[in-house]
């Protein structure tokens, strides 16, 4: 079933109308995980999510639902009309904007490190944890099930992270978005909005700021000093760095998983090189460690 289809069969049942009153306006472009799309009701927009081929693997939607409903309060999301949580499907309203990845993000650090702390500060708990190490042990496995011994600069970046658990467990854990990259923020008429919880959890905040860098670490950098109000002591600096070292050990798996079941061709994305690239950004981080 193609996904014109899809949206059509859903939305007719959702919003009781018949599939001629819906049509598709545009796929909304910035993620390669999912398929969003920006659609019509009866002259009404809003946008319908499908997620990309085996999603489920790394998202649970039971999960997902949890957290859409715990962070309505915050008023940072896009307003969730319709989720279906064994298709991954999701109907929010849309809100007009520009991704932020398509504009200057130094430009907006202050309203970004607001919305960090909007999240972070809430006093909001989540009944999940991320569990970054067992997330990982987990993405491990899914690759292993293919047959794929990882690279030995794999596992050598990975047992220098682990030498720094103690450190990184200390710090107290907040709930996070999980995935804030400057892809996910939009930038509106009035506010910076955030997009996509499909991550969250209680984590350490300072996860959130290293995923601000996750096209380019200099975004993160910049964010970090504004975030805190003053600049990074070592630790601050080695603590965002090491997150963003599991960050790329993380999405390194998730990309070798993409290769192996077929998403390069079908995306048309080299996978196999975005695994090696993200290890090439983990050895960088490792050399600037303080």
């Not at 390669?32 to 939607?61: C, H, W």
């Not at 996750?214 to 002591?233: I, K, M, Q, T």
Request: hydrophobic share 35%; proline share 3%.
């Amino acid at each position: 079933m193609n996904h014109e289809t899809i949206i059509k069969n859903v939305c007719a049942k959702v919003f009781s109308l018949p599939e001629s009153a819906i049509s598709l306006n545009r796929r909304l472009m910035g993620g390669m995980s999912n398929y969003t799309y920006v659609i019509d009701v009866d002259g009404t927009l809003y946008t319908f999510r499908i997620p990309g081929k085996n999603a489920e693997q790394f998202v649970d939607r039971e999960v997902e639902a949890y957290h859409l409903s715990l962070i309505e309060p915050l008023n940072l999301n896009n307003e969730t009309i319709y989720t279906d949580t064994e298709n991954g499907y999701k109907i929010a309203k849309y809100i007009k904007g520009q991704p932020l990845h398509e504009r200057n993000p130094l430009e907006y650090l202050e309203a970004a490190a607001k919305v960090l702390h909007t999240i972070h500060d809430s006093a909001i708990t989540s009944k999940y944890n991320y569990a970054p190490f067992n997330r990982l042990e987990k993405y491990e496995k899914l690759v292993k099930a293919y047959d794929h011994e990882h690279s030995e600069r794999y596992y050598t970046y990975k047992n220098k992270l682990l030498s720094q658990d103690t450190f990184l467990s200390q710090f107290p854990k907040t709930l996070t978005h999980g995935d804030a990259q400057i892809s996910n923020f939009v930038v509106t008429e009035n506010a910076l909005k955030l997009m996509d919880w499909e991550f969250t959890g209680m984590n350490d905040p300072f996860y959130d700021i290293a995923c601000f860098g996750n096209n380019d670490f200099d975004h993160a950098l910049a964010l970090l000093p504004v975030y805190l109000g003053h600049e990074p002591s070592d630790d601050e600096h080695n603590r965002l760095h090491l997150w963003r070292i599991f960050q790329c050990l993380q999405w390194h798996n998730v990309a070798l998983y993409k290769e192996f079941i077929g998403l390069s061709k079908d995306l048309s994305v080299d996978f196999k090189k975005v695994a090696g690239m993200y290890l090439d950004k983990a050895e960088k981080l490792i050399a600037n460690l303080k």
